[in-house]
């Protein structure tokens, strides 16, 4: 990876993090404030996507001996924003108590079957 490659990596979560820290400790949690909300949300997304992209890119190389670094990648970037966004998209419906268990079945097997939906293109030739 490229030297700037890897400070993208590096920054981008820390600054997110360092976002939605200083939102969770500084900033009073009325609920009246829907831009505040939106973006603790999303830097909580953007935080927990990088942190498990990183954690299976990482999985993925030493269980391959370290043979196939660029293809593990973008599946695994894919399935980082996948389970940020179905995990901040939950603690959204349960911030504006709008959602039961049949809610939460639902949300996690839509992410499952988008991730199949998108892993399943390069093996049928088939475009999303």
């Known amino acids: 990876m490229k030297q700037s490659h890897i400070f993208l990596a590096i920054s981008v979560p820390a600054c997110a993090f360092v976002v939605w820290l200083y939102i969770l400790t500084q900033i009073p949690a009325d609920g009246k404030n829907y831009t505040i909300m939106g973006l603790f949300f999303t830097s909580l997304t953007v935080w927990i ?8 890119y990482y999985w993925r190389i030493q269980s391959s001996n370290h043979e196939v670094i660029y293809a593990t990648i973008y599946p695994s970037l894919r399935q980082g924003v996948i389970i940020a966004t ?13 959602i039961g268990f049949w809610e939460i079945v639902l ?3 839509a992410a499952v079957l988008f991730e199949i939906a998108l892993g399943s293109h390069k093996k049928t030739g088939n475009r999303l």
């Not at 179905?86 to 959204?92: A, D, G, I, M, N």
């Open 49 to 56: 996507a990088s942190l498990i992209a990183s954690c299976l």
């Open 107 to 109: 949300v996690i097997l």
């Open 86 to 98: 179905t995990v901040s998209l939950l603690l959204v419906l349960k911030t504006f108590d709008i």
